[in-house]
């Protein structure tokens, strides 16, 4: 009923990239620029939600001309366009939905809106063209840390979650206790590399018997105070092994749960989504444990793991083909919403 090759102009704003994306049939990209804000927030050591709306603001149109121009294609090529509308920092969705608004207006073009988690998930049908649902989705986020069956495009059960931080978020405040700088889980990643895992030996935390959920926020408590008595002992730390040690926990916790998940659920294909799914050693973890249960690993690369618009494309063309005919036009009516389950 509908061409593969249905172009949808999509766009990302929930956080501190601003995108904008070209993407055919759901699973070519033909443009994906990212203007990442890091530098601006990484002064304050961490996102400052007015400075990323400001931002967002003088960047979108810039990114949307350098997105269409890459992709050699203008806005009436365009079929439809898809926006994430949340969860997210509600000044940054807003850029994003209200810039989505007026081009679908300006264009008399649908407007697709699309959860972001959605849209990390979707992340693989854009790397891997062979990958379709059902699969067990493990998505690790700054935001988020969650295990999701994922049962056909538009239909997903939230499995599991984490009760306080989100992975990321670990990563991200226990690389300030070490001094390393925003954004944590990058160096943290490349720190742990020459650290020994095993050099202190944090609580792993995996709640009631059979819970899928999860909870980081002791393991953070446990490495500040694990620094701070050792400074009062007056020893030196090791930072790559608190590092190691540290990532070692957190990740012995997810890669137990999410691969326990997709056994438990036969599930053959375990799919990894977010900001988190670029550490090395993540993969590496994962890419063993599912090789002794005969277990298909999905994980993107890392520009599809962190925040982009191709994501939300890619989620976007799904959500148009089941439920959006060309002439539905409520989206005016949409709002950006700073929580939302998925
Ligand atoms: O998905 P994402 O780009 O934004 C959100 O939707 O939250 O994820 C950002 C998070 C940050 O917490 C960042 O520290 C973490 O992903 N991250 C990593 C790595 N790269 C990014 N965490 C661990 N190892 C990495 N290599
Ligand atoms: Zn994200």
């Given at each position: 009923m509908y061409k593969n090759d249905l172009l949808t102009l999509a766009i990302e704003s929930s956080c501190d990239e601003t995108s904008v994306a070209l993407v055919a049939?759901?699973?070519?990209?033909?443009s994906n620029i990212i203007a990442s804000q890091i530098d601006v927030h990484t002064a304050f050591g961490g996102v400052v939600p007015e400075i990323a709306s400001r931002h967002h603001l003088e960047n979108i149109n810039n990114v949307t001309d350098h997105a269409l121009k890459e992709a050699g294609v203008?806005?009436?090529?365009?079929?439809f366009f898809s926006v994430t509308?949340?969860?997210?920092l509600v000044g940054a969705l807003l850029i994003g939905v209200a810039t989505a608004k007026s081009y679908a207006l300006a264009a008399g073009k649908p407007l697709v809106p699309v959860h972001h988690i959605q849209g990390h998930i979707s992340a693989n049908y854009l790397e891997f063209p062979d990958l379709e649902p059902p699969f067990m989705a493990l998505v690790v986020s700054g935001g988020h840390t969650n295990i999701v069956r994922v049962d056909d495009y538009n239909s997903c059960i939230t499995l599991g979650q984490t009760r306080d931080d989100a992975a990321g978020e670990a990563y991200d405040k226990v690389a300030r206790v070490l001094g390393l700088?925003?954004?944590g889980g990058p160096k943290i990643d490349k720190i742990a590399r020459t650290g020994?895992?095993?050099?202190v030996q944090f609580k792993r935390v995996f709640l009631e018997?059979?819970?899928?959920d999860f909870s980081f926020s002791g393991i953070k408590t446990g490495v500040m105070n694990y620094v701070n008595s050792e400074k009062q002992a007056g020893r030196e730390i090791s930072v790559p092994d608190v590092a190691a040690s540290f990532q070692e926990a957190v990740l012995d916790v997810i890669v137990k749960k999410s691969v326990g998940a997709a056994v438990e659920n036969h599930e053959d294909k375990l799919v990894v989504a977010g900001g988190?799914?670029?550490?090395s050693r993540l993969r590496e973890k994962l890419s063993e444990a599912c090789g002794r249960e005969g277990i298909r690993l999905c994980v993107p690369g890392p520009v599809l793991c962190t925040d982009n618009a191709a994501m939300i494309g890619a989620a976007g063309y799904y959500k148009y083909i089941s439920e959006?005919?060309?002439?539905?036009?409520?989206?005016?009516?949409m709002d950006a919403v700073a929580q939302l389950p998925l």
């Open positions: 049939g759901g699973r070519k990209i033909l203008t806005m009436d090529d365009v079929d509308y949340g969860p997210g700088g925003y954004p020994d895992p095993d050099a018997d059979g819970s899928l988190v799914a670029a550490n959006y005919g060309s002439d539905r036009q409520d989206y005016l009516f």
